[in-house]
């Protein structure tokens, strides 16, 4: 599955096929129970995919590794096309930057409005072999996603970064690859949101 936010395009293309197989599975967008319910594989990783990211998945999110500043702590963040910011727990945050109470923006989701915020100072996320600098965060409590991933989650990259990228998924052996071409990025207009600036 591949999602090329600056083409706003998305693709569906078969997986290279496995070593046990002689023909490549149909593509299918089913990612629920009957496709977890499949009998039991071993990941397996492409010669062409060498460059991809390994991911974990709790159910529908897709989890990877974020490291904080160049000599931080690594932290792992879920992948959310859905929030408009990207968002940071602020024990994570005040461990590489400077965190004060209050934020310049109101938080809502659909359990409702987020009544305690903070905001970073500015800091580098370091995911895949990128670097994404950012001036500062929203940072929010994080606890509540942590016991359905079953390990602790710091924080979610939203739509101002991903935007940027074309995102190809492999939820068959949880594989990411993130391509970036700074051409291909749109330019902000005044009075539209920021997430739609990217």
Known sequence: LTLDFPGHALKLEPLPVRPDETAGATPTLDTGVAAAFAEPQDAYRDPSMKDWDAVWRAGHDLIMNVRLNA???????????????DLISPEAAREVAKVDKGSWTTIAGISGEVKKTWTTGPMKLYFSHFIAPVQSMVAIDTS?????????????????????????IDYRDNLVHFSYDPSRLSRCVAGIKMADCY
């Open 71 to 85: 000599t931080g702590p690594w932290r792992l963040f879920i992948m959310d096309t859905g929030s408009s910011m």
């Open 144 to 168: 509540g996603l942590s016991p359905s991933a079953g390990f602790e989650i710091s924080g979610l990259i939203g739509t101002p970064t991903l935007h940027q990228f074309t995102l190809s």
